[in-house]
């Protein structure tokens, strides 16, 4: 009736596998969260903030290192040099004595050994840090008291402290559930495992069932049943911690490979004990009987309750990690073509700016005017800004033009665009809305009572010119784009007389206001009164590329959930048309002999099966837009949507071939 338990063996051996394998990469994945969020033995995280406070450096080193050693807490200090972005992470310690516990691992001479790929680094002592900031996040093991005497230091210094209280053990599972795809992965190996469970015992329903009617004890029956898993099971376990340890052996040094091994044990220990657990439990509930051999039917009624459920929860966790797939699928496409758009920016940085207090005042909004009036600031601002992404254009105010766009020469230059490619399109030639406009919004960024004519020119561009734009926050969203007919707008003022409040510094916090040289900007503004208002100064495309890699490992985890899911959608359809099947061979013998439609007898189950597994699609979409920060609405419909369509055409055929099997080997009078 059903599969043969030799092909069961195999495909019950390869979840096992399953098992294993992502659970080592679930365990890698949460190590690499850890390392960077809790580093060492350290439970959660601080941002300090020096501004205007004149605490000197030294004594906030002398101040750390003091209450570290009073409270006995880990403190350390990441710093990443801008040189090696990316790749160079080192730790400061503020203890008495380097910490040796967590992750990462510590090698000879101090040597962090990170699991995130290409990351090197060293630990150090705090006196080691140099010119490195100060400011900025620190990791710390907590304690209340640790708490209290830093929020204390803090003020009596007159310094910013926010402290971060450390996730719960139910806020880092959520997390692992709903926003990584291999956490959806574990949920769905586990229930294919358990499917696979369910499909043996029916396989061996009969057979138990003489076994019971030749006088073999129950418990020996459950016992002789549950080894008989659990020997394939541990095969399967044993071929996935071979491949596991072989995969480390090749590439990982050895501490690392223990790291992801001790981090990894808690998901495999809770696989399979939930393995085992669910074995012993549908051999009892589904136990031997003697009436099976008397009626040799199944006891249906039951076996399909299990299986709907199975089928309701692979539906709904399809459907979340489709619905995330594809839409970092999408992140991963754009990220990857901008940034090999915002490779031709070479070494420009983008300034990214953590408060706006000081900037907003008359005083700050000088200090950034005399920082882009210097010659040599000045020749490094590249502006490119496509309007249209921050203010709603009507196509009439398009003028037909596909974008409109500000863009000064140093930008134009920096992407090698020819002079050449530049067509000048005249102030009267606009169309009267594009014009008007035009007139209201750059008379906002210039010096009031300027002529918005003289102060822009107006340029289109002939074909292939190789011409880019920018949205606001390129490498963290936003786009890259290749408008075929846009207007430019070119400023003939440099960009310090420029609107400062109004125009400059929007434009530099959104990264549509970029720098060649990040050596002298960097250099200008953090001996500058504003160096505190910055949170960082990094690359463009630096940016871009490690917001591509984090898109292209979240999309691959949850495409390894897609496929699982997926199986475990095609084994539960087979599975319940078998169910099926099994209850009603008297009526499929009947109803084919008399000409009937085999669809016609099960059209009726497999409508209310499509019903049930519609609310689960529709609560999996629910699910994914409210948890993972990814899918919206739309996207989460469709995809809902799709994998609907392959469950009905999976279920369809299901039915269809059960019911032809069945009949076949009901004349044959085949149990």
Same mark, same amino acid.
């Given at each position: 009736m059903f599969v043969k338990g030799k092909g069961v063996k195999k495909y019950f051996? @390869? &979840?096992?596998?399953? %098992?294993? @394998?992502?659970?080592v990469l679930l365990g890698g994945q949460v190590l690499k969260r850890n390392e960077l969020l809790t580093p060492l033995g350290t439970s959660t995280s601080f941002e300090l903030y020096l501004g205007d406070a004149g605490v000197s450096r030294d004594q906030v080193i002398q101040d750390l290192e003091q209450i570290a050693a009073a409270n006995k807490a880990i403190l350390l200090k990441p710093n990443t040099d801008s040189k090696s972005y990316g790749s160079v992470r080192n730790l400061y310690y503020f203890s008495p004595s380097p910490p040796s516990g967590g992750f990462p691992s510590v090698g000879p001479g101090g040597k962090l050994e990170w699991f995130t790929d290409s990351m090197t680094g060293d630990l150090l002592p705090a006196s080691a840090l140099?010119?490195?900031? %100060?400011? *900025?996040?620190?990791?710390?093991?907590?304690?209340?008291?640790?708490?209290?005497?830093?929020?204390?230091? &803090?003020?009596d210094k007159g310094l910013t402290l926010r402290y971060r209280q450390p996730e719960s053990t139910l806020a880092q599972l959520h997390i692992l559930a709903t926003q990584t795809g291999l956490g959806i992965s574990f949920v769905a190996v586990l229930l294919l495992s358990l499917a696979l469970v369910v499909t043996d015992v029916l396989n061996r329903t009969y057979l138990r069932s003489i076994q019971l009617l030749n006088g073999v004890d129950t418990a020996k029956i459950n016992l002789q049943q549950i080894s008989r898993v659990l020997r394939w099971g541990g095969l399967g376990v044993t071929i996935g911690l071979a491949l596991s340890l072989l995969y480390a052996t090749l590439f990982l040094p050895a501490a690392?490979?223990?790291?992801? &091994? #001790? !981090?990894?044990?808690?998901? #495999? *220990? &809770? *696989?399979?004990?939930? $393995?085992?657990a669910a074995t012993v439990s549908s051999v009892l509930i589904f136990a031997p009987n003697v009436d099976l051999i008397r009626t040799r039917s199944l006891p249906t009624k039951l076996y399909r309750r299990v299986n709907l459920t199975l089928q309701v929860v692979a539906v709904a966790v399809c459907v979340m990690a489709s619905g995330s797939a594809a839409a970092l699928g999408k992140n991963v496409f754009i990220a990857y073509q901008q940034q090999? !758009?915002?490779?031709? $920016?070479?070494?420009?940085v983008a300034v990214s700016f953590k408060t706006?207090?000081?900037l907003d005042t008359q005083e700050g909004i000088s200090r950034v005017e005399q920082i882009l009036a210097q010659p040599e600031i000045d020749r490094s601002a590249a502006l490119s800004m496509n309007i249209g992404a921050g203010i709603e254009l009507t196509m009439q105010e398009l003028g037909g033009y596909d974008q409109i766009d500000i863009a000064n020469q140093s930008f134009l230059d920096l992407i090698k665009l020819p002079q050449k490619a530049l067509l000048p399109v005249k102030w009267e030639s606009l169309p009267d809305p594009t014009a008007k406009f035009l007139n209201s919004q750059l008379e906002l960024w210039i010096p009031q009572g300027g002529d918005v004519r003289q102060a822009f020119r107006l340029y289109t561009l002939s074909e292939n010119s190789g011409y880019i734009s920018l949205d606001p926050n390129v490498g963290q969203g936003g786009q890259v784009n290749r408008p075929a007919h846009p207007l430019i707008i070119v400023p003939t003022m440099p960009i310090a007389k420029m609107d400062t409040s109004g125009f400059s510094i929007p434009a530099i916090s959104s990264s549509n206001l970029i720098f060649t040289d990040p050596v002298v900007l960097r250099d200008k503004i953090y001996s500058s009164p504003i160096a505190p208002s910055v949170r960082s100064i990094d690359r463009i495309a630096d940016a871009g590329l490690v917001s591509a890699q984090y898109f292209k490992g979240q999309a691959i985890s949850y495409l390894s959930a897609i496929i699982v899911s997926f199986i475990l959608i095609a084994v539960t359809a087979w599975q319940s048309a078998m169910i099926w099947a099994a209850g009603h061979r008297k009526h499929i013998l009947v109803a084919t002999m008399s000409g009937v439609a085999a669809k016609t007898l099960y059209r009726q189950t #497999?409508?209310?099966? #499509?019903s049930l597994t519609l609310v689960a699609a529709t609560a999996g979409a629910l699910t994914s837009v409210l948890t993972s920060g990814y899918v919206d609405a739309i996207t989460a419909m469709l995809t809902a949507m799709v994998m609907m369509g392959a469950f009905w055409s999976l279920s369809a055929q299901a039915y269809a071939s059960n019911t032809r099997l069945t009949f076949k080997k009901t004349i044959r009078r085949k149990a």
């Open positions: 051996s @390869l &979840a096992f596998v399953l %098992i294993v @394998l992502v659970s140099g010119d490195a900031p %100060i400011s *900025g996040t620190y990791h710390v093991s907590h304690s209340a008291q640790a708490q209290q005497a830093l929020e204390r230091w &803090a003020a690392v490979a223990a790291n992801v &091994a #001790l !981090s990894a044990s808690p998901y #495999l *220990g &809770a *696989g399979l004990a939930a $393995m085992v090999v !758009s915002t490779k031709a $920016m070479g070494q420009s706006f207090d000081y #497999l409508n209310k099966a #499509l």
